[in-house]
């Protein structure tokens, strides 16, 4: 599912490459699903190739992803490897070559059910099963016809430390009139959320859970600071009136 609230990009050109980074990180940061490529043991001797729709987070203390996938995952011969599409297998979507390591629960892992719920995975087949925790590493990625290195994109979801410290502070703000944080869904992201829940406040935006998944509501400007990110969502909330 493409990011909702995702701004239209007029094309780039053969020397717009700080522009395009710019615009991968920006498509990873509005992103919450994707589409994991991996390869698990069909049968003894037998590799089989899988595909699955999948949920992530950002860790906002180290820019790596958060997410929920089936148990093959990290057991198969390919789980070093894996593919992420972002948000899909589509010719304009991120690629993202990872590196799985299985995580305990944590608050990161908690962090992932404010934004999802139930850590439960959708089985292709139909169904549910229960997944396990990840974290990926990005080693490297490609869009836009280039390739970029994993770091420059990690990077860009960092938030810095006086945001991570003041995250549960601006989320508590935004909720606390959940009409008028409705209203600034729609108003900046084009979405009409019922019953919006402001779930994380990171560089580039606002991740806001709605009964169909994850609303980004994006900055005019990353901000460099808690400081940064009070203005930019004091300057939203005034004109959602």
Not at 28 to 44: F, H, V
Not at 146 to 160: E, T
Not at 165 to 189: H, I, S
Not at 210 to 221: L, P, S, T, W, Y
Request: charge should be negative; hydrophobic fraction near 40%.
């Amino acid at each position: 599912m493409p990011a909702h609230g995702a701004p239209s990009d007029p094309p780039l050109g053969p020397a717009d490459d700080a522009l395009a980074l710019d615009r991968a990180c920006d498509a990873l940061a509005r992103s919450r699903e994707g589409l994991l490529a991996y390869t698990a043991d069909d049968s003894p001797g037998s590799l089989g190739e899988y595909r699955q729709s999948i949920r992530f987070i950002p860790d906002p203390a180290t820019g790596r992803l958060i997410l929920l996938v089936p148990a093959p995952a990290l057991e198969g011969p390919g789980h070093a490897d894996p593919v992420l599409h972002v948000p899909d297998e589509s010719a304009d979507a991120l690629q993202l070559l990872v590196s799985l390591e299985e995580v305990p629960d944590s608050p990161l892992t908690d962090r992932w059910q404010a934004h999802h719920g139930p850590p439960q995975i959708e089985r292709p087949e139909g169904g549910r099963v229960q997944g396990r925790f990840a974290a990926a590493w990005i080693d490297s990625a490609k869009a836009f016809d280039r390739v970029f290195d994993g770091d420059a994109l990690m990077g860009s979801l960092v938030s810095p430390a006086s945001l991570i410290k003041g995250e549960p502070g601006l989320c508590k703000v935004l909720n606390t009139d959940r009409a008028r944080l409705a209203r600034l869904c729609q108003r900046f992201a084009g979405v009409v959320v019922p019953d919006p829940l402001c779930v994380a406040v990171g560089p580039r935006g606002l991740s806001v859970r709605a009964r169909f998944g994850i609303v980004f509501v994006g900055f005019e400007a990353p901000a460099q600071g808690e400081a940064e990110a009070r203005g930019a969502i004091d300057e939203m909330l005034a004109r959602s009136t």
